[in-house]
């Protein structure tokens, strides 16, 4: 075996590894946030989200000036310095401070924006989140580089859990928002200090400008784009939140969760570990070019399957188990799904532009896919909630498009190539929720909930199956991850001997 092959099994083992610790941990999470949000939802009302989405732009906004773009910085970035993490620690703090104080001093302003009185207490109690952030950036940015992130998503559903009880117990006492305010600050503080805890880091006492820009000369590029990504993506909550009612903006809110929370932590899973796994191999392409597919399928499988679903099921769903005060969300939460469908293909492609340190890219790719989207903000404001969600779907799926092409150009692998090797996925997936809709459609007037469990659990025996019939790439990857994961041991106890690999690289037209 040569030492290339052996680097690459190490790299994939190592990575898909940590992808595997994530999912788990992520899985865990989002387990106990759906049954902790289904107990929450059915207590509190529509308008009580929609007070907490009227802030999320502006905590959105804060954490992204506060990091600056330093964290991708520092992991792309092939060695760093004790110097350059204490740099980025002062700097990120000084400035969460900073946010923090300028939120108490803007709350009265916000609440008259929006005539919402109660957002004076609720900004003033959440804006000490961003220090806390910033306490826990560089450790965790520590844990990414050793490819840990199995004990980020440890942090973060410990993290859950305690903020999760504390909130289910105000929830149940009729504290109303003020359950959701505590949340999100519980949440952050109890997540930041197991970082600490796993991490034990302590910043140096020196401090360099030169180390500090450094990483921000690459950094700056990705905070213009998170920023226009960011703006862009919470816009649509102050624009309804301003012209339609809050409870109108809570149902929206609902939907949007609803509709992305599952595929967004698959996608996020690979996120964690992609990014720095790119960058290890940023000057191989042709390892590169295989990685990236390699991804791309595993996520697309994963990600067209999990969005079909939530679009075929969300009606009984929410009837179900929400209650049929929420089931006005439901048309929200359809539109939504039908608009992320692709974005693992944007989603790759950003992180492999940035992984090979073209961070100028990104902010021009981004810049083009948020005006997009500051164009819906204006059919919003004209014509309305309805018509903004179909123009939606339409700006998005060219955003995923467009960055499909420059991964084409950077990698030679071609869209109609990309196209082509995720069409099995799409039609799998089509075929499951048919089999799902007719089978809830067929027990629906006998019984709602046998309906839901039935139709739930058909949709992905169908699409398991059809993957295993036409062993298409993304199961037989995951089933070659299982079996170096869980090797066979043979009648003696002894695992096998492992085969040479005569396979050569996938060649790419």
């Known amino acids: 075996m040569t030492k290339e092959t052996a680097d690459n099994r190490n790299l994939t083992a190592r990575s898909f590894k940590a992808v595997s610790l994530v999912l788990v941990f992520q899985l865990a999470a989002q387990i106990f946030q759906i049954v902790l949000g289904i107990c929450l939802v059915r207590m509190l ?49 000084a400035l ?89 600050f519980l949440a952050v503080a109890v997540t930041s200090l197991c970082i600490l805890l796993f991490v034990r880091w302590v910043p140096s006492p020196e401090f360099s400008f030169s180390a500090l820009w450094k990483h921000f000369k690459y950094g700056s590029k990705l905070l213009a784009s ?39 932590c698959v996608q996020s899973a690979f996120d964690t570990v992609l990014f720095p796994a790119f960058s290890k191999i940023q000057d191989d392409i042709p390892r590169l070019r295989a990685a990236f597919a390699r991804a791309q399928q595993v996520s697309m499988g994963a990600f067209l399957f999990t969005g079909m679903a939530i679009f075929t099921l969300c009606y009984p769903a929410v009837s179900v188990v929400l209650s049929e005060k929420w089931v006005p969300a439901v048309p929200y939460c359809r539109f939504l799904v039908l608009a992320i469908l692709f974005y693992p293909a944007e989603n790759l492609g950003r992180n492999l532009i940035n992984s090979v340190g073209k961070s100028g890219t990104t902010l021009f790719l981004n810049i083009v896919s948020q005006g997009m989207l500051g164009v819906n903000v204006v059919i919003l404001l004209i014509w309305g909630l309805p018509t903004m969600l ?113 396979s050569k690289e996938k060649q790419f037209s």
């Open 390 to 502: 179909v123009t939606n779907i339409v700006g998005t799926w060219l955003c995923d498009l467009l960055f499909a092409r420059y991964t084409a150009r950077e990698l030679n692998y071609p869209v109609r190539r990309q196209f082509r090797d995720n069409l099995p996925y799409f039609l799998f997936s089509l075929i499951a929720c048919a089999v799902a809709w007719e089978i809830y459609i067929l027990l629906w007037n006998w019984n709602r909930i046998a309906s839901l469990a039935a139709a739930a659990s058909a949709a992905p025996l169908v699409y398991a199956a059809l993957n295993i019939v036409f062993k298409t790439s993304a199961w037989a990857e995951l089933a070659s991850i299982w079996r170096r994961r869980f090797p066979r041991r043979n009648r003696e106890g002894a695992p096998p001997a492992e085969k040479k690999d005569a």
């Open 226 to 264: 998170r920023l226009l990504f960011t703006f862009f993506g919470y816009i649509y909550n102050v624009a309804i939140g301003k012209v339609e009612t809050k409870e109108t903006l809570g149902l929206y809110e609902q939907g949007r969760r609803y509709a992305q929370k599952i595929p967004r």
């Open 96 to 184: 969460s401070f900073l946010f923090c104080l300028l939120m108490i001093a803007a709350a009265p302003r916000i609440a008259s924006f929006y005539g919402e009185e109660i957002l004076i207490k609720t900004i003033r109690v959440s804006a000490w989140t961003l220090p806390i952030t910033a306490v826990a950036a560089v450790p965790k940015v520590i844990l990414g580089r050793k490819l840990m992130q199995g004990k980020i998503s440890v942090s973060q559903l410990v993290g859950n859990v305690v903020s999760g009880v504390v909130t289910f117990y105000l929830a149940y006492n009729e504290y109303g928002v003020w359950a959701l305010v505590w949340q999100n």
């Open 45 to 93: 009302e529509p308008s009580d989200y929609g007070i907490v989405a009227m802030l999320a732009i502006f905590w959105a906004v804060c954490n992204v000036f506060v990091d600056g773009g330093f964290a991708q910085a520092l992991l792309q970035c092939r060695t760093v310095t004790s110097r350059d993490l204490s740099s980025v620690f002062y700097y990120n703090f």
